[in-house]
């Protein structure tokens, strides 16, 4: 069973079961609650992370519909990134919510809020086009597979990992997905409180988010969809800022931890 296995094919959000309202709302009033200089820094950027995203996203949602592209096939790239992107999302959220009862540090909780909120919506959008196109919310092929497809003449963006524009990528089929955290990785976390936990935390998403942004700019030379387009480089210009930030609080907290498999 693949990844791709753990997203079920009812028609629900599959985030639903792991973000309450109730969650968020609590979430939302302790990122109101502090004062501090860098809790303010932390909602400042996470409010203009927050205005590109759906500047960006709502534009893709505006024009999936009017554009005039052919329907991605079950195959394609853009069906297996929206696949493995939500279980790469669905981790995010996972991720997030682990922090949030294991750190009393408001400026953690913030970024978690926002990670949480921001990839459980991202999650459910990709969730909906496989719908809106007629496709599974599974495969057959072993994940990551749409990374070796070559890439397309016209498309925008750069071949993943350099080289020849029309050639495949390098990831190998069935492979990790790239700054997926492991297991192990996971139970750490979920063992750890305090300010182990945020380090184990912040050098958990640092990795995730650059796994995110290969998966984005891999995609991004694949298609020619100007909805899948855009919410790549949703992806790609919210993370990378994500990590600077979160490179500053860690730095703030000792740097980051070795993580073991």
Do not use: C
Not at 68 to 73: E, G
Not at 150 to 166: I, M, S, V
Not at 227 to 253: H, N, P
Request: aromatic share 4%; charged share 20%; hydrophobic share 40%.
């Amino acid at each position: 069973m693949t990844a791709n296995s753990s997203i079920g094919d009812a028609g629900v959000d599959p985030v639903d079961d792991d973000v309450t309202d109730e969650e968020l709302a609590a979430f939302d009033a302790e990122r109101s609650s502090d004062g501090s200089s860098r809790t303010r820094v932390v909602i400042a950027a996470m409010a203009v992370v927050a205005i590109v995203v759906a500047a960006v996203i709502g534009f893709s949602v505006g024009r999936l519909s009017t554009l005039d592209h052919p329907t991605p096939t079950t195959e394609s790239a853009e069906a297996g990134f929206s696949r493995d992107m939500q279980v790469h999302h669905n981790q995010g959220v996972e991720l997030a919510m682990l922090i949030r009862d294991r750190t009393d540090s408001v400026d953690v909780r913030t970024l978690a809020y926002d990670i949480a909120t921001t990839q459980a919506q991202q999650s459910g959008q990709l969730y909906d086009w496989l719908v809106q196109w007629g496709l599974p919310q599974n495969s057959r092929q072993p994940d990551m597979t749409w990374m070796t497809l070559p890439t397309l003449a016209g498309a925008t963006g750069h071949a993943h990992g350099g080289g020849d524009p029309a050639s495949t990528g390098s990831h190998t089929p069935g492979d990790p997905m790239p700054g997926l955290a492991t297991p192990g990785q996971i139970a750490w976390l979920t063992a750890a409180d305090g300010p182990e936990a945020e380090r184990v935390f912040l050098t958990l998403m640092i990795a995730h988010h650059q796994g995110a942004i290969e998966m984005a700019e891999a995609l991004e030379p694949r298609t020619t969809n100007a909805a899948a387009l855009s919410f790549a480089k949703a992806v790609i210009a919210s993370q990378e800022a994500e990590i600077d930030l979160m490179t500053g609080m860690l730095d703030d907290r000792g740097g980051p931890v070795a993580l073991a498999d």
